[in-house]
Every structure is written in C-alpha cells, then in structure tokens.
C-alpha cells in the first residue's frame, strides 16, 4: 500500500523560502506524476504543481510560477516543492497527491490516487 508523507510545513515570514518534501513509504512509487495541492481555510482544495515521475515533465499553477520549483528524487523516492518569495495568501495546508496513470485532467484532484495527510504552510504579512 503505497502511503505519502508530506514534511516540511512551518511559519515563515512573507518573502521567505520554504521545501516541502514528500517521502513514498510502502513501495516505489511506479505511478504516472505526483503534485501538490494546497487547501486555505473556508475555501476549495486547489492545485499548485504537477511532475510526471519518469520525464520530470513539470505543469504549474499559474498563481505560482517563477516562485514555487518542483522536483523528484527517484532513489530517494520523494518529491520536493521549493517554495520562495512566499505570499500570505501561500497560506494552507499543503497536500501531495500521487497519480496512478496519465490523466489529463491534472489539475482536478479527483485524477490522483493517493494523498499524503498535509502539512501547515503559514506565511505572516
């Protein structure tokens, strides 16, 4: 059972840096992509990034390019999401979600099969 462990969250000042990492436990991931999702509070989970696992073929949020880099280790089984010039409105729970096969539709969550449980991203103005 492949399970997804997100690490990293934290407060950060706004203009900050911050790396999420999620970490594959259970098995190596053999899926199509993984991506993160953010979720603020009152409000619908929405997409940030997506990496295909094999090309690192990479798909942002268009609130987040130029400031957020995403990129896989495959031996470490786990992905990263550098986060920079970090915004209050960057505030939510982050999620890393890992998708089985090609969806097109990459930046619906209902594409990706496995979820990690979230970590807290607080940006303070």
């Known amino acids: 059972q492949v399970q997804l462990v997100e690490s990293g969250g934290g407060l950060v000042q706004a203009g900050g840096s911050l790396t999420l990492s999620c970490t594959v436990s259970?098995?190596?991931?053999?899926?199509?992509?993984m991506g993160w999702f953010r979720q603020a509070p009152g409000k619908e989970r929405e997409f940030v990034v997506r990496i295909t696992w094999n090309l690192e073929s990479t798909y942002y949020a268009d609130s987040v390019e130029g400031r957020f880099f995403v990129s896989r280790d495959r031996a470490k089984n786990t992905m990263y999401l550098q986060m920079n010039s970090l915004k209050f409105e960057d505030t939510a729970v982050y999620y890393c979600a890992g998708m089985r096969y090609y969806n097109q539709m990459v930046r619906d969550a209902g594409a990706y099969d496995y979820w990690g449980q979230g970590t807290q991203v607080t940006v303070s103005s």
């Open positions: 259970g098995g190596t991931f053999s899926g199509f992509a």
